[in-house]
């Protein structure tokens, strides 16, 4: 079983936990259960766990790391940019665009 000691430091431990899993198309909630992952110190490591558990996440349409998981999400491609640095990931996005 992997480490998930990470959790203990995770900003939604604070908050309400159905901002995670909203009703489908209730925005105003999903903007919040974001704003909590914009603050978070181990979102990096949240969106691994979702992409470790892709397929078996008990919440379609939830939050996990900072993202929206409606099914449609790359998080192949996601994951490769959140661990590359902050100027690669811009240059490799810029990239995405033009093609």
């Known amino acids: ?12 431990r604070k908050a309400d936990p159905e901002w995670f899993f909203p009703n489908r198309g209730d925005y105003h909630t999903i903007h919040k259960a ?11 490591q949240c969106a691994l766990c979702a992409w470790n558990r892709r397929g078996s996440l008990e919440g379609y349409g939830s939050v996990w790391g900072g993202l929206y998981l409606t099914g449609r ?3 192949d491609g ?9 100027a690669d990931a811009k240059q490799r996005i810029q990239k995405r665009r033009k093609l």
């Open 34 to 44: 974001l704003a909590v992952c914009r603050s978070c110190p181990v979102v990096k």
């Open 73 to 75: 999400v790359d998080m």
């Open 1 to 12: 079983m992997p480490d998930e000691s990470w959790r203990d430091q995770a900003a939604c």
């Open 78 to 86: 996601m994951l490769e940019t959140m661990t590359l640095n902050e």
